[in-house]
């Protein structure tokens, strides 16, 4: 039976343009150069992929339930385009000021992740731009990965020194696409394959 392979992925930072005033519409969520073909390059080498994301918007009152459902169908038809797709998205809605255990740095999304799945979460790695989305992945027990856009493409050397301490063991990745061909490239010589996958999307050359 092949085992379930399942990636995690942040959202904003990390599949699409970060913004200091919040992505509070469609229009406003404009996918990283690259990100999306990173996502479907994975989903033809047989992961999985959902999405874990901090969304206090809600709370905040900057957008409702049908614009984020908005944006998420805008992600998923531009995925589909280039041929990948999230399974699902996580999302916590609340402030940081209403305590709840969803709100990365916290791992109570992570935790979901593992209970919808029933997967053990050491095996699924969580990918992220900010010192939360590694915390909230290294208290779940995943692997962490980050990746140099977002709020990571600011982070002065000793802010990574510093980000990198919080979930010793996390892999560096210049962007999503990085990690994508990082991850496709170690699982092939783990099978002992070189050469191209049977999809462009897995191609390593």
Same mark, same amino acid.
């Given at each position: 039976? +092949?085992?379930?392979?399942?990636?995690?992925?942040?959202?904003?930072?990390?599949?699409?343009?970060?913004?200091?005033?919040?992505? =509070?519409?469609?229009?406003?969520?404009?996918?990283?150069?690259?990100?999306?073909?990173?996502? %479907?390059?994975?989903?033809?080498?047989?992961?999985? +992929?959902?999405?874990?994301?901090?969304?206090?918007?809600?709370?905040?009152?900057?957008?409702?339930?049908?614009?984020?459902? %908005?944006?998420?169908?805008?992600?998923?038809?531009?995925?589909?385009?280039?041929?990948?797709?999230?399974?699902?998205?996580?999302?916590?809605?609340?402030?940081?000021?209403?305590?709840?255990?969803?709100?990365?740095?916290?791992?109570?999304?992570?935790?979901?992740?593992?209970?919808?799945?029933?997967?053990?979460? =050491?095996?699924? %790695? $969580?990918?992220?731009?900010?010192?939360?989305?590694?915390? %909230?992945?290294?208290?779940?027990?995943?692997?962490?990965?980050?990746?140099?856009?977002? =709020?990571?493409?600011?982070?002065?050397?000793?802010?990574?020194?510093?980000?990198?301490?919080?979930?010793?063991?996390?892999? $560096?990745?210049?962007?999503?696409?990085?990690?994508?061909?990082?991850?496709?490239?170690?699982?092939?010589?783990?099978?002992? $394959?070189?050469?191209?996958?049977?999809?462009?999307?897995?191609?390593?050359?």
């Amino acid at each position: 039976m +092949t085992p379930f392979k399942l990636i995690i992925l942040d959202r904003d930072g990390t599949i699409n343009e970060d913004r200091d005033d919040f992505v =509070k519409t469609p229009d406003e969520w404009i996918p990283i150069p690259g990100a999306l073909e990173a996502i %479907a390059r994975l989903n033809h080498a047989g992961w999985h +992929t959902v999405v874990v994301t901090n969304q206090s918007g809600l709370g905040r009152g900057l957008f409702d339930m049908a614009t984020l459902n %908005a944006m998420h169908l805008k992600m998923n038809q531009m995925l589909a385009k280039v041929g990948g797709r999230i399974d699902a998205v996580f999302f916590c809605p609340h402030t940081p000021e209403e305590g709840c255990d969803c709100r990365k740095p916290l791992p109570g999304l992570m935790l979901q992740v593992g209970e919808r799945y029933g997967l053990n979460l =050491k095996d699924v %790695a $969580v990918v992220g731009d900010s010192m939360r989305d590694l915390q %909230a992945g290294a208290t779940a027990g995943c692997p962490t990965h980050l990746v140099r856009t977002g =709020k990571a493409a600011a982070y002065s050397e000793a802010q990574m020194e510093q980000v990198l301490s919080r979930a010793p063991g996390t892999q $560096v990745h210049a962007d999503l696409a990085a990690f994508a061909e990082a991850t496709i490239l170690r699982e092939r010589r783990a099978r002992g $394959v070189t050469g191209e996958t049977d999809s462009g999307f897995g191609r390593l050359n």
